[in-house]
T-cell receptor, first 110, second 112 residues
Framework: QQPVQSPQAVILREGEDAVINCSSS?????VHWYRQKHGEAPVFLMI???GGEQKGHEKISASFNEKKQQSSLYLTASQLSYSGTYFC???????????WGAGTKLIIKP | NAGVTQTPKFQVLKTGQSMTLQCAQD?????MSWYRQDPGMGLRLIHY???????DQGEVPNGYNVSRSTTEDFPLRLLSAAPSQTSVYFC???????????FGSGTRLTVV
């Protein structure tokens, strides 16, 4: 039931764009996106809800395809501060368990 | 606001010992969860609660107990520590199913 994230890792130059994907095999109520820096706790970026509502970071964009149970996180004009590991978390329609993907490590080089 | 406070930050236990990891939030959030994160891996849900008096098991509940007697506190009890429970433990809270989670700073636990 763990969502699948891709790619596992991305290396970018500052200013380049990246897309991180998250897919689930179960019907979803919402998809969460978080960023975690080494040695720190995850930090909330965005939540995408069934029905189209989105809440979160103004400079982050994401999409949620409810039919395919897939979400994508779009990081544009990347900055050094974007480095870290990005996790998606999925909440099913039948319970309150937020289940996490394995993460995508993003490295931004100057 | 303090947010989500976890104590202790570091702990070393001997195999077989028991202990309680404390988690408190001051945001009046109904939803609270405990996760463990092993090196290089994602978070795995141990137990969660959707309100005072209501708890349920997550993906990896064996060896752990929780209780939720107040909205603010959600302690995690390790019954008999094992080396496989060496991990970083995070507590998180949310204002509901339509909101994101705020995480505590974590407890790094080593069982020897």
């Amino acid at each position: 039931q763990q969502p699948v994230q891709s790619p596992q890792a991305v290396i970018l130059r500052e200013g380049e764009d990246a897309v991180i994907n998250c897919s689930s095999s179960k019907a979803l109520y919402s998809v969460h996106w978080y960023r975690q820096k080494h040695g720190e706790a995850p930090v909330f970026l965005m939540i995408l809800l069934k029905g189209g509502e989105q809440k979160g970071h103004e400079k982050i964009s994401a999409s949620f395809n409810e039919k395919k149970q897939q979400s994508s996180l779009y990081l544009t004009a990347s900055q050094l501060s974007y480095s870290g590991t990005y996790f998606c978390g999925t909440l099913g329609v039948s319970n309150y368990q937020l289940i996490w993907g394995a993460g995508t490590k993003l490295i931004i080089k100057p | 606001n303090a947010g989500v406070t976890q104590t202790p930050k570091f702990q070393v236990l001997k195999t077989g010992q028991s202990m309680t990891l404390q988690c408190a939030q001051d945001m009046n959030h109904e939803y609270m969860s405990w996760y463990r994160q092993d090196p290089g891996m994602g978070l795995r849900l141990i137990h969660y609660s959707v309100g005072a008096g209501i708890t349920d098991q997550g993906e990896v509940p064996n060896g752990y107990n929780v209780s939720r007697s107040t909205t603010e506190d959600f302690p995690l009890r390790l019954l008999s520590a094992a080396p496989s429970q060496t991990s970083v433990y995070f507590c998180a809270s949310s204002d509901g199913a339509n909101e994101g989670y705020t995480f505590g700073s974590g407890t790094r636990l080593t069982v020897v």
